[in-house]
């Protein structure tokens, strides 16, 4: 459904003259979501390498729900992104594979079966400081509804068409 949005956002947003041609709206791969949460310094969390319920909506926060982005402006990446950790586990693009990240294994593959379990990154407002780290991740059932999941957009020039 995440992947259908983003198509969906794509042609609405060309139909209204608000993208460029040949660029879309995509879900990251788990490689870009890792980039844009650890930067180039293999840090533990997007802040750094250590963790406080200023720095994003974990278990230890205590507020066990969701809350709007820029909440924990402690937390932001090297790049000044936010809620990269904690607050909602985030669908990604990609199918789960072991880890080392190799792109040329098929795991990029958005055309495949609806039920191939994709990668979610950043822990959630209900985990513990192990789980909202840059390097956690999980691989659940792509039909999987909970209040802990979610996923973020971003603006490619890089678009298969699929």
């Given at each position: 459904e995440a992947l259908a949005f983003t198509r969906w956002l794509t042609d609405y947003m060309k139909t209204n003259g608000c993208l460029a041609e040949g660029w879309g709206v995509v879900l990251p791969s788990e490689a870009e979501w890792e980039k844009a949460a650890r930067g180039g310094d293999g840090r533990t969390y997007p802040w750094g390498d250590k963790l406080?319920?200023?720095?994003?909506?974990?278990?230890?926060?205590?507020?066990n729900t969701t809350?709007?982005?820029?909440?924990?402006?402690?937390g932001a990446s090297p790049y000044g992104i936010e809620e990269m950790s904690g607050n909602v586990w985030e669908w990604t693009r990609s199918i789960w594979a072991d880890y080392p990240y190799d792109a040329s294994d098929g795991?990029?593959?958005?055309?495949a079966s609806d039920d191939a379990s994709r990668v979610l990154r950043g822990g959630s407002f209900g985990n513990?400081?192990?789980d909202v780290r840059c390097g956690a991740r999980l691989?659940?059932?792509?039909?999987?509804?909970?209040?802990?999941?979610?996923?973020r957009v971003i603006l490619s020039p890089f678009t298969s068409g699929l």
């Amino acid at each position: 459904e995440a992947l259908a949005f983003t198509r969906w956002l794509t042609d609405y947003m060309k139909t209204n003259g608000c993208l460029a041609e040949g660029w879309g709206v995509v879900l990251p791969s788990e490689a870009e979501w890792e980039k844009a949460a650890r930067g180039g310094d293999g840090r533990t969390y997007p802040w750094g390498d250590k963790l406080t319920p200023n720095h994003a909506n974990y278990d230890q926060t205590g507020t066990n729900t969701t809350s709007a982005v820029g909440c924990f402006a402690q937390g932001a990446s090297p790049y000044g992104i936010e809620e990269m950790s904690g607050n909602v586990w985030e669908w990604t693009r990609s199918i789960w594979a072991d880890y080392p990240y190799d792109a040329s294994d098929g795991r990029e593959r958005l055309d495949a079966s609806d039920d191939a379990s994709r990668v979610l990154r950043g822990g959630s407002f209900g985990n513990d400081d192990q789980d909202v780290r840059c390097g956690a991740r999980l691989a659940p059932n792509p039909n999987l509804r909970l209040s802990l999941i979610g996923f973020r957009v971003i603006l490619s020039p890089f678009t298969s068409g699929l």
